[in-house]
T-cell receptor, first 114, second 117 residues
Framework: AQSVTQPDIHITVSEGASLELRCNYSYGATPYLFWYVQSPGQGLQLLLKYFSGDTLVQGIKGFEAEFKRSQSSFNLRKPSVHWSDAAEYFCAVGGGGSNYKLTFGKGTLLTVNP | GAGVSQSPSNKVTEKGKDVELRCDPISGHTALYWYRQSLGQGLEFLIYFQGNSAPDKSGLPSDRFSAERTGGSVSTLTIQRTQQEDSAVYLC???????????????FGDGTRLSIL
């Protein structure tokens, strides 16, 4: 069965600092990996996705993520955090073919200090 | 363009009542998903519709939960005889179908926050 672990429940960073959110997955084949962001009272917005090819993927809002098969990781990064980035971030894994369901991690809540 | 629309945005009801939650997917998206987001369980898959195929109901937690999709577009999630543990945010997502590996990114609505008193 597929699973996702986000080890950090809550992270606090200062505005302008760099950010890395961790994600580890378990999946028996080539995974499809996603990062979503959720602001309070909102649905999930897709930040970026990895299907194949270049292991460093760029997303919206200046985010990027790197797929590392050997470490079963898909960490999200941003070089300089803005106050508007405060939100909850979810890593998700899905399969190809008929395995369309997304399995989500528990989420990492990001607080940004001024 | 219009995104996934869910209604109502909030629903408060008494234990034992039935509730219906509605989802309007993005136009042209043939795949539709329901997820439940609760404090204890995080985000859980409930049910998936794709075109005219039989839905995948494997995530529905009990037979009190059902969903239908009429005309390949609007979907309704129904919870009968609601219990307090049904309190959660119910999220709907839609996507195109096919493409690379048969996988397309899912686009989410803002959810319905359901509170059972």
């Amino acid at each position: 069965a597929q699973s996702v672990t986000q080890p950090d429940i809550h992270i606090t960073v200062s505005e302008g600092a760099s950010l890395e959110l961790r994600c580890n997955y378990s999946y028996g084949a080539t995974p499809y990996l996603f990062w979503y962001v959720q602001s309070p009272g909102q649905g999930l917005q897709l930040l970026l996705k990895y299907f194949s090819g270049d292991t460093l993927v760029q997303g919206i809002k200046g985010f990027e993520a790197e797929f590392k098969r050997s470490q079963s990781s898909f960490n999200l990064r941003k070089p300089s955090v803005h106050w508007s980035d405060a939100a909850e971030y979810f890593c998700a894994v899905g399969g190809g073919g008929s395995n369309y369901k997304l399995t989500f991690g528990k989420g990492t809540l990001l607080t940004v200090n001024p | 363009g219009a995104g996934v629309s869910q209604s109502p945005s909030n629903k408060v009801t008494e234990k034992g009542k039935d509730v219906e939650l509605r989802c309007d997917p993005i136009s042209g998206h043939t795949a539709l998903y329901w997820y439940r987001q609760s404090l204890g369980q995080g985000l859980e898959f409930l049910i998936y519709f794709q075109g005219n195929s039989a839905p995948d109901k494997s995530g529905l937690p009990s037979d009190r939960f059902s969903a239908e999709r009429t005309g390949g577009s609007v979907s309704t999630l129904t919870i009968q005889r609601t219990q307090q543990e049904d309190s959660a945010v119910y999220l709907c997502a839609s996507s195109l179908f096919g493409g690379q590996g048969g996988y397309q990114p899912q686009h989410f609505g803002d959810g319905t926050r359901l509170s059972i008193l």
